[in-house]
């Protein structure tokens, strides 16, 4: 049996014009861009083409956008930096409760540098209580920050008219829209947000490799010193393969974003239903509609999760129980938490994220395979009562 892989979250194939377009930076113009001789500007050239691709794909201009090593840099240049821009202002972050754990523990450091950090609630389906968001907005707060789409439950937040209620307090507003850009359509100026993050790996780019978008006029105090890469905001060598690969990836993405959804979305609606059909007391946590097009994310009563994914991956079938970020942890979700979801169902989820190479014969193949791992599993529970 072939194998399944439904962990497109955590990161994509790449695709392989990405690579064609990788190779030469390797073994042929493999100059340092800041030298300048004709190899360090054949590179510095093919930086420049990759910035305006990316440009393009969330409709900045290249001069906003700075590459970093991941989407975890981003986040944290994007946090931290933003935050220590404005200490003159204040020292106050305000962020939701469901951000991704390089927004959240970015912020938790600022607090032990004496920043202080309004955590604001989000309802059973993962959406931010604006009103909550907005009162939480003090005068010295200097950053609010909340992510475009759940890594976890795949709910996408109503981002523009948040964006717009923040931005009448003044205030500079970032989102983690690492699981969308490249995968719906993002438009930093249409969203209204001062800073952006990305990454190459959620739409078939390298990893390795990610952006921050910064708004022109926007404060972001640098976190790494050395020399003038990226306009002073990010020092260090560049990584030229990769960032040709994540502009690759981005002049793939913006003509087929539509397309991509369109394979997407009615493999996540067969699967999310199907699971509810087929295996009882199972609950598909996240909004049902408004949620990234190839996240199903469930939870299952009276089961492990780890469990569950070693009985999957035995069978050739590799999914997520949550972010990435937080599996090896073996700590129950603060996602999942936030939405009201008690630890020990939290602790039974799994998480499928699908991508382009899926099929509807790899839903299929899920449904048929997974009903008799839950109920070997369950029979083996004490939890479970039938």
Not at 113 to 126: F, H, I, K
Not at 142 to 162: C, D, F, M, R, W
Not at 309 to 328: E, H, N, Q, R
Request: contains cysteine.
């Amino acid at each position: 049996m072939a194998d399944i892989y439904m962990d497109n979250a955590s990161g994509t194939r790449l695709s392989e014009d990405v690579f064609e377009a990788m190779k030469p930076y390797f073994l042929e113009d493999y100059g340092n861009p800041s030298s300048i001789h004709k190899y360090g500007l054949a590179a510095k050239e093919a930086i420049e083409d990759a910035r305006a691709k990316v440009a393009a794909l969330i409709g900045a201009d290249p001069g906003e956008i700075y590459f970093t090593s991941c989407g975890s840099e981003s986040n944290n240049l994007a946090v931290k930096g933003a935050a220590w821009a404005g200490r003159k202002k204040g020292k106050h972050i305000v962020l939701s409760s469901i951000e991704h754990h390089s927004v959240m523990h970015a912020a938790k450091a600022m607090t032990r540098l004496g920043w202080e950090m309004t955590v604001v609630a989000v309802d059973g389906n993962g959406f931010i209580d604006q009103d909550a968001l907005i009162s939480a907005i003090r005068e010295d707060t200097t950053l609010v920050s909340v992510l475009h789409a759940s890594n976890e439950i795949g709910t996408i937040q109503p981002l523009k008219e948040i964006a717009a209620r923040v931005k009448a307090k003044g205030v500079p507003f970032h989102s983690d829209a690492i699981q969308t850009v490249g995968v719906i359509p993002v438009d930093v100026n249409d969203l209204g947000v001062d800073i952006l993050s990305l990454a190459a790996n959620s739409f078939y780019g390298p990893k390795g490799v990610a952006a921050l978008y910064i708004r022109k006029g926007t404060r972001v105090f640098s976190l790494i010193d050395g020399g003038i890469q990226e306009r002073g905001r990010r020092a260090g060598t560049e990584n030229v393969p990769a960032i040709v690969g994540l502009g690759k990836a981005a002049e793939l993405a913006l003509p087929a974003i539509e397309s991509r959804m369109a394979h997407l979305t009615p493999l996540r609606e067969k699967l999310m239903s199907g699971l509810v059909s087929v295996i009882p007391k199972l609950y598909v946590n996240g909004d049902q509609e408004k949620r990234l097009p190839g996240n199903v994310h469930a939870s299952i009563e009276a089961i492990e999760g780890e469990s569950m994914l070693f009985s999957l991956g035995a069978k050739g079938i590799m999914a997520a129980s949550g972010s990435s970020c937080a599996d090896k942890a073996l700590k129950s979700s603060h996602v999942l938490a936030a939405i009201g979801v008690e630890p020990a169902l939290a602790n039974a989820s799994l998480l499928f994220t699908l991508g382009m190479d899926n099929t509807d014969a790899d839903v299929d193949t899920v449904l048929e395979m997974l009903p008799p791992i839950v109920e070997r599993l369950r029979n083996m529970s004490p939890l479970w009562n039938g």
